[in-house]
C-alpha cells in the first residue's frame, strides 16, 4: 500500500458545485496532516492544516479520520480559481528516527464555467 | 521577504555533465529540504538539513547526488554525472521548524520555484 494515496483526477466541475476529494495514509501513527495547492508550473503551497476536530476556511473544510486512516477537502462554492493539483501530505514517523513530509501524487481539480 | 530562491530556472544538460543547482533559504529558517517531483513519482523528499548539518538523507538516490549546505543562507545540490532519469523538477523549501512540528505550529513549509532540469 502507497503511503500517501490520492485519486489523481482529473475532477472536472462546473463552476459554483461542490467538489471533495479524500486522501488514505498508510501509517496509522502519523501525525500531522496538511492539505497543499499547487498550480500548473508552480510550487506547492500550504492550503490548509487538518485538525483533528475538523477545520473550515472560507469555502474550504478539511477532514480527518483517524479510524479509517484518511483525510478529506471539500470545496464549497468552487470557483475558476480553485483549478490546481491538491496536493495531500502527511507527516509520518519514518525508520532511524527520521520524520519527513510524505507528498501524495495530488489530485488534478478543473473548474468549469 | 523574498521567499525561497532558486537558480536557475531552468537547465537543460546532456548526459554525463554536472549540474548544480542552488537554493537561499528565507532569512531565519533552520530547515532546509530538497525536493524532486516527476509525473510518476510525485513530490519526494531527497534531503533536508538543520542548522546546515544533514539529518535525513535517505532520499537521494544514489551517489551521483549530493548535497551541501556551506552556511545558513545556501545550499547546493549536485548531480554528478547526470542521466536522463534524473529529469524533474527541483524544489527547494525552508521552513522554521522541523517536519514533526510543522503540524503541531502554525508554521509551514515555503518552497521555491523550482528549477525545471532536463538531461538529454
Known amino acids: 500500500r502507497k503511503e500517501v494515496e490520492q485519486d489523481p483526477g482529473p475532477f472536472n466541475v462546473p463552476e459554483g458545485a461542490t467538489v471533495a476529494f479524500n486522501c488514505t495514509y498508510s501509517?496509522?501513527?502519523?501525525?500531522?496532516f496538511f492539505w497543499y495547492r499547487q498550480d500548473c508550473r508552480k510550487e506547492p503551497k500550504l492550503l490548509m492544516s487538518?485538525?483533528?476536530s475538523g477545520n473550515e476556511d472560507g469555502r474550504f473544510t478539511a477532514q480527518l479520520n483517524r479510524a479509517s486512516q484518511y483525510i478529506s477537502l471539500l470545496i464549497r462554492d468552487s470557483k475558476l480559481s480553485d483549478s490546481a493539483t491538491y496536493l495531500c501530505?502527511?507527516?509520518?514517523?519514518?525508520?532511524?528516527?527520521?520524520?519527513?513530509?510524505?507528498f501524495g501524487k495530488g489530485t488534478h481539480l478543473i473548474i468549469q464555467p | 521577504d523574498a521567499g525561497v530562491i532558486q537558480s536557475p530556472r531552468h537547465e537543460v544538460t546532456e548526459m554525463g555533465q554536472e549540474v548544480t543547482l542552488r537554493c537561499k533559504p528565507i532569512?531565519?529558517?533552520?530547515?532546509l529540504f530538497w525536493y524532486r517531483q516527476t509525473m510518476m513519482r510525485g513530490l519526494e523528499l531527497l534531503i533536508y538539513?538543520?542548522?546546515?548539518?544533514?539529518?535525513?538523507d535517505s532520499g537521494m538516490p544514489e551517489d551521483r547526488f549530493s548535497a551541501k549546505m556551506p552556511n545558513a543562507s545556501f545550499s547546493t545540490l549536485k548531480i554528478q554525472p547526470s542521466e536522463p532519469r534524473d529529469s524533474a523538477v527541483y524544489f527547494c523549501?525552508?521552513?522554521?521548524?522541523?517536519?514533526?512540528?510543522?503540524?503541531?505550529?502554525?508554521?509551514?513549509?515555503?518552497f521555491g520555484s523550482g528549477t525545471q532540469l532536463s538531461v538529454l
Open positions: 487538518v485538525y483533528s
Open positions: 538539513f538543520n542548522n546546515n548539518v544533514p539529518i535525513d
Open positions: 532569512s531565519g529558517h533552520d530547515y
Open positions: 501530505v502527511v507527516n509520518m514517523r519514518k525508520g532511524g528516527g527520521a520524520d519527513g513530509l510524505t
Open positions: 523549501a525552508s521552513s522554521l521548524t522541523g517536519p514533526t512540528l510543522l503540524g503541531l505550529s502554525n508554521e509551514k513549509l515555503f
Open positions: 501509517n496509522s501513527a502519523s501525525q500531522s
